[in-house]
């Protein structure tokens, strides 16, 4: 069982920074992404950013450029640097960590998530 706990989360005026953090359980395998998401009430999950345990990273349009996701791989730790914050940035930020096996997922778990609020 893999253990999620988020944390960084708060409330920043419009054009602020943050950085969210992940501490994870150790990962014993190579076929990880790790990944950050953020839900509004009435909407649905997305993805945010995403790191692999090979080192690829992907980010959702609307951050790109604002939001770098890194990793902390002998601390087990998953960051989320977010710099010029916008309203529209305000969510509940999951940390995600998916394993596959052979190209197919088999494991997905999720942390409770962090409260991020941006002010205008």
């Not at 706990?5 to 054009?15: A, F, K, P, R």
């Not at 995403?50 to 087990?76: I, M, Q, W």
């Amino acid at each position: 069982q893999v253990q999620l706990v988020e944390s960084g989360g708060g409330l920043v005026q419009s054009g602020g920074s943050l950085r969210l953090s992940c501490s994870h359980s150790k990962i014993r395998y190579n076929d990880v992404v790790l990944g950050w998401y953020r839900q509004t009430p009435g909407k649905q999950r997305e993805l945010v950013a995403s790191l692999s345990t090979g080192g690829t990273t992907t980010y959702t349009d609307p951050v790109k450029g604002r939001f770098t996701v890194s990793r902390n791989g002998a601390e087990n730790t998953l960051f989320l640097r977010m710099d010029a914050l916008k309203p529209e940035d305000s969510a509940r930020y999951y940390c995600n960590l998916k394993f596959y096996r052979s190209g197919a997922l088999f494991r997905d778990y999720w942390g409770q998530g962090t409260q991020v609020t941006v002010s205008s």
